[in-house]
């Protein structure tokens, strides 16, 4: 979609190798995050940024890592990857933090299946 | 924990019927979004909300942040409407999105 784009989209790997999708933005939007979908949950927040080299942790961050050294870029990375991160991630920028986002944009998704 | 609950869960209607989506949440908020995804899709903010009430073509959205609640309204629905709707309200605390697990709607022709 215009604006973010996530790579790769469709992953498949085996237990225990390292992962990283990449979250690609040319809106110049200050905050982005990550989010995992999975069948009966809402989306959850894995990590977020707030400017370059500025991260926190969501509320399932165990396992995750990310890293945010331009403004477009925010690469989330599995260290070794497990059964219980196949999911769908989805990567969003918004352009606000506080007071709620006035723009909230989301990428296509990356699909990961852990063998 | 669930702090925001989203009713109903499944719906199928007939084209051309009034939808209305419903959202609760518990938590103290200052905005919300409203969002659409199609099977297999990627996820599309409809509409961001902070008081009373948005209109976009068919689509009608409604808030009221001191009874914490959110209505999503489909006016002659087709079946290109079929998707899943997420309400994401915008916490006070906590500086996050929280998100309902959806309505997943189904429109017959």
């Known amino acids: 979609d215009a604006g973010i784009t996530q790579s790769p989209r469709h992953k498949v790997t085996e237990t225990g190798t390292p992962v990283t999708l990449r979250c690609h933005q040319t809106?110049?939007?200050?905050?982005m995050y990550w989010y995992r979908q999975d069948p009966g949950h809402g989306l959850r927040l894995i990590h977020y940024?707030?400017?370059?080299?500025?991260?926190d942790k969501g509320e399932v961050s165990d396992g995750y890592s990310v890293s945010r050294s331009k403004t477009e870029d925010f690469l989330l990375t599995l260290e070794s990857a497990t059964s219980s991160q196949t999911s769908v991630y989805f990567c969003?920028?918004?352009?606000?933090?506080?007071?709620?986002?006035?723009?909230?944009?989301f990428g296509a998704g990356s699909r990961l299946t852990v063998l | 924990k669930n702090e925001v609950e989203q009713s109903p869960q499944n719906l199928t209607a007939q084209e051309g019927e009034f939808i209305t989506i419903n959202c609760s949440y518990s938590v103290g908020i200052s905005a919300l979004h409203w969002l659409q995804q199609h099977p297999g899709g990627g996820i599309v903010s409809l509409f961001m909300l902070s008081s009373g009430k948005k209109k976009h073509g068919r689509l009608i959205a409604t808030i009221n942040i001191q009874e914490k609640h959110s209505s999503l309204h489909i006016t002659a629905s087709h079946p290109r409407d079929s998707a899943v709707y997420i309400c994401?309200?915008?916490?006070?605390?906590?500086?996050?999105?929280?998100f309902g697990t959806g309505t997943s709607l189904t429109v017959i022709p």
């Open positions: 994401a309200p915008w916490g006070n605390t906590g500086n996050q999105f929280y």
């Open positions: 809106e110049n939007h200050r905050y």
């Open positions: 940024s707030y400017g370059v080299k500025d991260t």
């Open positions: 969003a920028i918004s352009d606000r933090f506080s007071s709620g986002a006035n723009v909230l944009t």
